[in-house]
């Protein structure tokens, strides 16, 4: 069997498994173990595996996921989300509700949708949304600007990829920032049209400062530590201890919130994920997969937006869509002069629209089990705004 058919297949199986109500975990794992055995050698398997479980990225990633956890349990213990959801809804608890989200979404972090959905959660409730509703809302708004501007990994990897300056990509990428938030939002509305909102309180612009410091000043500073530099891991850490100690939390609620991070649903999740991105990796499916396409003909639009887009499916990984699908389509993305922004603005949204449905894609899984909402729940609310964002992306190519 061909590595691009063991991949489909693969790919297949993790969404038949999801339809079937199978937890993400489970249902990422099974796909793996069908790529795994479809292509590679059976004793390379178990040897992925713990290279996976070993691997300083999977450490890495699992560490900041257990202190973004144990940070949202702390502050639900000791009543800042509480405060902060009263807080935000004397702006308007709507407006609040994409604000925050999006605000948090400048700053590049590995599940930061799980530090905005522990700001909004209070809010959610109190505003009456699903677990479907409450995850599409902080998921969308929380990725307006990872296309478009130059601290998110993916817009530097394909600066480099394609040998233009990082402006150049920004500014090229742009557009995608009023695309995602009108197709998003017209879903939004529709979610929120028939709530009714008010105002909990009237506070001054001091006052609201004041109270917005006081609550969410856990999620500000770990903010400030990521814009200023320092590593993810070692903010979040230091965030957890500095909340613990100005909180005065008790070794009970400590250990609570602890007991909560290192839940095995999230831990096999995580391990899953990664464990499939290193399959993935390891057996060539995604360049077999471009070779495929490239002698059955497939058109050049269609290169363009299939390959990124499986890429991104596959891997849940912006970067990965980029690092993997960019060299290949290098000879389509230049026009004689130069970089052809068309095909470069197809290409990244068709693999952003891709890894943003993935089941892979850690930021949506993790709020999809933080809400406690159903993926499949999510996704009748996410699709039709993704059509909508590589359907106009695919018409300016054309037009071009």
């Not at 005065?248 to 290192?262: H, I, P, Q, S």
């Not at 887009?309 to 000879?331: D, R």
Request: aromatic share 8%.
């Amino acid at each position: 069997m061909t590595p691009s058919i063991a991949l489909l297949l693969s790919i297949t199986s993790i969404l038949v498994l999801l339809r079937l109500k199978l937890a993400p975990g489970p249902s990422v794992f099974v796909g793996c173990l069908v790529l795994s055995l479809l292509i590679l050698p059976p004793l390379q398997a178990p040897v992925l595996m713990f290279e996976t479980v070993t691997n300083l990225g999977t450490l890495r990633l699992v560490g900041i996921i257990i202190c973004s956890l144990t940070m949202s349990k702390l502050m639900e213990i000791k009543g800042l989300l509480l405060r902060l959801s009263h807080t935000l809804e004397s702006v308007g608890p709507k407006l609040a509700l994409h604000l925050v989200p999006a605000i948090i979404g400048l700053v590049p972090m590995p599940g930061g949708a799980l530090v905005s959905a522990t700001a909004v959660k209070g809010l959610t409730g109190r505003l009456g949304l699903s677990p479907a509703q409450a995850t599409y809302v902080n998921f969308w708004f929380r990725h307006l600007w990872e296309a478009s501007i130059p601290v998110y990994p993916a817009v530097i990897a394909a600066s480099v990829v394609l040998a233009v300056p990082l402006g150049t990509v920004v500014t090229t990428m742009l557009p995608s920032i009023p695309l995602l938030a009108l197709t998003g939002g017209i879903v939004s509305w529709r979610v929120l049209k028939g709530v009714r909102s008010e105002r909990t309180q009237s506070l001054t612009v001091r006052e609201f400062l004041d109270d917005l410091v006081r609550a969410a000043w856990p999620v500000l500073l770990l903010v400030g530590l990521v814009i200023g530099g320092l590593e993810a891991a070692f903010a979040f850490i230091i965030v957890v201890v500095v909340l613990s100690l100005q909180q005065r939390v008790t070794r009970d609620e400590f250990r609570k919130a602890v007991r909560y991070a290192l839940g095995p649903r999230v831990m096999f999740l995580l391990f899953s994920v990664m464990l499939y991105k290193t399959v993935v990796e390891q057996s060539g499916a995604a360049y077999a997969l471009f070779d495929d396409l490239s002698a059955m003909g497939v058109p050049t639009a269609l290169m363009l937006l299939a390959l990124p887009m499986l890429i991104g499916f596959a891997t849940g990984l912006s970067v990965a869509f980029v690092g993997i699908s960019f060299p290949l389509l290098l000879p389509f993305m230049g026009n004689g002069d130069g970089l052809n922004s068309a095909a470069l603005f197809l290409a990244y949204v068709s693999g952003m629209v891709g890894y943003k449905a993935s089941p892979l894609h850690l930021c949506l899984v993790l709020t999809v089990e933080y809400f406690q909402s159903r993926l499949g729940d999510v996704y009748r609310l996410i699709i039709p705004p993704l059509i909508a964002v590589v359907v106009v992306a695919l018409l300016a190519y054309l037009v071009a």
